[in-house]
């Protein structure tokens, strides 16, 4: 089950692999970031913001800042412009790492109780069920970017946990 060191872990490979899928997204124009290539959320920056504001939202459960006010339907919208979305993007990732660092163990004990705008209605949940969520959904959608950007000629870098460079792996 999720623990700190997991936490920290999974916050280091989300750093990782958001400065790794920007850096081959920055090759490519801003019409090729922005065409529709068919993914759940269209485009690359559609499903960059996407990420984005589900890693606010869930993050603002965990460490208690204000989560975003945009619902689900329009959260492809969060963050529209591609200079806006690099500078959110790095400062987020910083304080999740910051909160994976700071955490106490005693946190992934119990529940976590919030509104779920996406199912209108109350939840609760293991916080530590809430974690794999977390970090699962960052897979699963930067697994979606990556299938774009490779299809519109970019190279992303690795992506196996195993080869995270020593950099990121001492964050």
């Not at 591609?82 to 500078?87: G, I, K, L, V």
């Not at 910051?98 to 919030?114: A, H, I, N, Y």
Request: charged letters at 20%; proline letters at 5%; a negative charge.
């Amino acid at each position: 089950m999720p623990n700190v060191a997991y936490c920290q872990n999974m916050a280091r490979y989300n750093l990782w692999q958001n400065d790794n899928l920007v850096a081959a997204a920055n090759t490519l124009t801003e019409a090729e970031r922005q065409k529709d290539r068919g993914a759940f959320f269209d485009s690359i920056q559609r499903t960059f913001s996407h990420l984005a504001w589900g890693d606010t939202l869930w993050f603002s459960r965990f460490a208690g800042i204000y989560p975003p006010d945009l619902a689900i339907k329009d959260s492809a919208q969060f963050l529209p412009e591609w200079e806006t979305f690099c500078a959110y993007r790095k400062d987020l990732d910083q304080q999740i790492l910051r909160w994976t660092k700071e955490v106490p163990d005693q946190w992934f004990e119990g529940d976590l109780s919030w509104y779920s705008g996406a199912i209108e209605r109350e939840v609760t949940k293991p916080k530590t069920l809430l974690v794999l969520q977390f970090f699962n959904h960052q897979t699963h959608h930067r697994g979606q970017i990556h299938a774009m950007l490779t299809a519109a000629g970019a190279r992303p870098g690795d992506t196996d946990i195993p080869f995270m460079p020593d950099s990121y792996a001492a964050l």
